[in-house]
Nanobody, 130 residues
Framework: QLQLVESGGGLVQFGGSLTLSCAAS????????IGWFRQAPGKEREGLSCINSDGGSTYYADSAKGRFTISRDNAKNTVYLQMNNLKSDDTAVYYC???????????????????????WGEGTQVTVSS
C-alpha cells in the first residue's frame, strides 16, 4: 500500500521554526515529485512548495518563499519542509503529496491537476501562537 506520513507538526511560538517530514512507505520516492500543501480552517488548500524527483529543482509559492525550504533524502525515502519565522497565518494542517514526475518543477506543476491523482498523507497540524 502506497502511503505518505507527515510528522513534525505542533505548537510553536510566533517567529519560531519547525521542520516537517514526509516519509514514504510501500514505495520508493525516487520517481516522485513531492509537494507540500496546507489548509487552514475555512480556507482552500494552498500549494506551498514542490521538489522534483532528484531534488535538483524546487519551486516555492509566494507565501513560502524566503521562509520555507524544501529538501529530500531519497536514501531515507523522506522529504522535508523547514519552516522559519512562522506567523499566525501559517496555522493550518500541512500535507505532503507525491506524483510520478520527471523533469523540473514550477508553478504549473505545483498548481496543476496532477495532485488530484497523487498519493497524499493524512496531514500534520501546525499551530503558531502569538
Amino acid at each position: 500500500q502506497l502511503q505518505l506520513v507527515e510528522s513534525g507538526g505542533g505548537l510553536v511560538q510566533f517567529g519560531g521554526s519547525l521542520t516537517l517530514s514526509c516519509a514514504a512507505s510501500g514505495f520508493s520516492l525516487k520517481a516522485y515529485a513531492i509537494g507540500w500543501f496546507r489548509q487552514a480552517p475555512g480556507k482552500e488548500r494552498e500549494g506551498l512548495s514542490c521538489i522534483n524527483s532528484d531534488g535538483g529543482s524546487t519551486y516555492y509559492a509566494d507565501s513560502a518563499k524566503g521562509r520555507f525550504t524544501i529538501s529530500r533524502d531519497n536514501a531515507k525515502n523522506t522529504v522535508y519542509l523547514q519552516m522559519n519565522n512562522l506567523k499566525s497565518d501559517d496555522t493550518a494542517v500541512y500535507y505532503c503529496a507525491g506524483v510520478r514526475h520527471f523533469g523540473t518543477v514550477d508553478s504549473e506543476v505545483l498548481n496543476g491537476p496532477a495532485w488530484t491523482s497523487a498519493v497524499w498523507g493524512e496531514g500534520t497540524q501546525v499551530t503558531v501562537s502569538s
